[in-house]
């Protein structure tokens, strides 16, 4: 995904500055002026519009930002005219002229090509396996291609597409695959047909300058789509056979993720993986249509009694990051967890945190049966008592209070106690003995560990609690 916000401005280059900086101005305009932004905003009533909208704000490191920005300024085109005629200067007038619009429109209509994959939510989830970004970033580059291509070699595969000189520009080689500059602009004003008004009402030189920045614009953006790709590397190419989506079975490239996965499959254990994979190419031949059926983790866990080499180097694979989103989203998180008010966690209570909150992060924390189990059958060792300091949001003082009123407890003496938080004459074998009691306990643990997930404690409470959590969910 870096690799395709590098390509879109690397793209961008091709467009002349004073065209793709009248974002930043207009952006900037506003962004630090409510009395600017209060005045556009009336203008856009006396347009009688149904829903007041504001301009949105430019940062160049965002990676969308850019073509979020454009395509806002787009929408409020007729309120920016009359704001800018009204309250602006003569250059904020010009910058709104008509071809400019055409060429901002034309430039929002390639961007929105390309950052539909950079802003595609399935193709940021952190659950994306190889196969299927390979397949979307193929897709980029066949829709990307059609765009420029004469009619009859739109039909090129992928492959086909990826081998053929793309350059910066329209160099000999490529003449016979791509479409005149008639043909394109005919192309792009039949497919949107919104810009065709805008065609028209400018001249016949400005449309071919126009156009043609849109035709280096896509040759920018193919070149460095080919240069940033690595669909072609061995390691790529192997991958597809640990998802098991081919009709056929190749034994090679086992081979190849083997040598590049030498710390799971030894060079001396080589041959018991090939052994393996002319077992399992029979097997898998004959249960091919049951396959289709099942997502490749479940076919690994079904086959890694029997094929253990293979599923190790097929899980190492489903494992690689595709992109960096699930890091970037880890540290947003910590952010979130290691505040000015927690700003004392170490290092084990915070990952202990950052479990908790990502296991939980929809706030649904419900204390079940098994947890509860789980924690009891622990064994003898103490939990040091005491150890949560008292504070508005969690005193557990007050918690034993209220079950030993609720269920009129009396205390019991037994050396073989298991010392709960908690209870502190009551052993936790006998807590949980008593069905009203273990609710009871269950729906306060609940909510107390809620409002430490979910709400700032001070660092000391947060240590205490974040040790004794893991202790209680030691099955994540």
Request: glycine share 2%; charged share 25%; proline share 3%.
């Amino acid at each position: 995904m870096h690799n395709l916000n590098l390509i879109c401005k690397a793209a961008l280059d091709t467009f002349p500055s004073n065209i793709t900086n009248i974002v930043n101005r207009i952006c900037s305009h506003f962004s630090y002026s409510a009395i600017r932004r209060a005045k556009l905003a009336k203008i856009q009533r006396i347009l009688k519009r149904e829903t007041i909208l504001e301009i949105l704000t430019y940062t160049p490191v965002r990676w969308l930002s850019y073509c979020n920005a454009l395509s806002r300024i787009i929408e409020l085109w007729d309120p920016l005219k009359e704001y800018f005629r009204k309250y602006g200067d003569q250059k904020d007038q010009e910058q709104m002229s008509k071809e400019n619009e055409l060429c901002l429109r034309l430039l929002l209509i390639l961007l929105s090509k390309l950052t539909y994959y950079t802003g595609n939510k399935k193709f940021q989830t952190s659950h994306l396996y190889y196969k299927d970004v390979i397949k979307h970033l193929k897709q980029s580059f066949i829709v990307f291609a059609q765009l420029i291509l004469h009619k009859e070699k739109r039909n090129l595969s992928f492959e086909d597409l990826f081998q053929l000189p793309w350059s910066n520009d329209e160099s000999e080689e490529m003449v016979l695959y791509l479409s005149t500059s008639d043909e394109f602009m005919e192309n792009i004003i039949n497919d949107h047909s919104s810009i065709k008004g805008l065609v028209e009402g400018i001249g016949s030189e400005y449309q071919g300058i126009t156009f043609g920045h849109c035709k280096s614009f896509i040759l920018k953006a193919l070149f460095v789509m080919k240069e940033k790709y690595t669909i072609n590397e061995p390691i790529i190419k192997a991958s597809k056979a640990a998802f098991l989506t081919d009709n056929q079975f190749e034994k090679d490239d086992w081979v190849i993720l083997s040598k590049q996965f030498t710390n799971l499959i030894p060079s001396n254990e080589q041959h018991l993986l090939l052994a393996e994979t002319d077992r399992f190419r029979i097997e898998y031949l004959q249960n091919q249509a049951d396959a289709k059926y099942r997502t490749p983790a479940a076919l690994w866990n079904y086959f890694q009694d029997d094929y253990p080499y293979m599923t190790r180097i097929a899980k190492a694979v489903m494992v690689l990051p595709q992109s960096s989103v699930s890091i970037e989203r880890v540290f947003a998180q910590l952010k979130s967890l290691k505040n000015e008010r927690r700003s004392r966690l170490n290092a084990e209570n915070l990952r202990a945190s950052l479990l908790l909150f990502q296991k939980h992060d929809d706030g649904n924390f419900e204390i079940t049966n098994k947890m509860l189990d789980s924690y009891g059958s622990l064994g003898k060792k103490p939990i040091k008592k005491n150890v949560v300091r008292k504070s508005q949001s969690l005193d557990p003082n007050s918690m034993i209070e209220e079950v030993k009123t609720n269920s009129q407890l009396t205390s019991k003496e037994n050396n073989d106690s298991f010392p709960s938080p908690f209870f502190e004459n009551q052993t936790f074998a006998e807590t949980l003995q008593d069905p009203n009691l273990k609710q009871q306990l269950q729906l306060l643990m609940n909510n107390a560990l809620t409002s430490f997930l979910f709400s700032g404690l001070r660092s000391t409470e947060t240590a205490s609690i974040s040790k004794h959590s893991l202790t209680l969910f030691n099955y994540l």
